[in-house]
């Protein structure tokens, strides 16, 4: 019974998921959905300019998520699962690679607003955006925000309520406002290792 129930869920959602390629195709975006992938109720998908949305295989998209496609990309690896209430503006590309897990409310802000010039108001000073890109096996606490031009390595933890930005390696723990590296793999002695209070020297944070 088990067996019928899920096999009757997994053709319902790969019928949803040809339906939101068609609609997609229709207004020039490129829709690619992997096999498994569930994308589940009151996602939206607002599409102003052509893009790309890349979900992978056995990946999901949980309720009430927002994803605005302005002439960037979406891409999200394999088997990556993404909370509830996360918003992707995609002015730029977004890379989410396999094995990620999202918290829900998780923001990934591809573009910034220009304010420098004091004789305009800032919504009439344009604007400028950059790509994320979030590595595999990384897990990223609730509440966050990834800003525009961050690169998270592969297997880090950011941990809940950071606001992210800039360049962090493989395997390390990042939090705050600004976000910063609190922990850090060392592959000598196989542990992690808490940083010292003060040293920046190793990361790249832009905030």
Request: proline content about 2%; aromatic content about 8%.
């Amino acid at each position: 019974m088990k067996i019928m129930k899920r096999c009757i869920i997994d053709f319902l959602y790969s019928i949803k998921n040809k339906l939101l390629m068609i609609y997609c195709k229709c207004r020039g975006i490129k829709c690619i959905i992997g096999k498994k992938a569930t994308i589940c109720k009151y996602v939206r998908f607002i599409l102003r300019k052509k893009g790309t949305i890349n979900i992978g295989l056995s990946s999901t998209l949980c309720r009430s998520s927002k994803i605005v496609i302005d002439g960037g990309e979406l891409l999200i690896g394999n088997n990556t699962c993404i909370g509830e209430n996360c918003i992707f503006n995609c002015f730029e590309t977004i890379i989410i690679g396999d094995n990620v897990v999202t918290a829900d409310n998780i923001n990934f802000i591809t573009n910034t607003h220009n304010y420098k010039d004091i004789s305009k108001p800032i919504n009439e000073q344009g604007g400028e955006a950059r790509p994320i890109i979030v590595g595999d096996g990384s897990w990223i606490g609730i509440n966050s925000t990834i800003l525009d031009g961050t690169v998270i390595g592969k297997n880090c933890v950011v941990g809940a309520h950071s606001l992210v930005k800039g360049s962090f390696p493989d395997y390390c723990v990042i939090a705050g406002a600004p976000a910063k590296i609190i922990k850090r793999y060392n592959e000598q002695n196989k542990l992690w290792i808490r940083e010292i209070k003060g040293d920046s020297s190793n990361y790249n944070c832009e905030l």
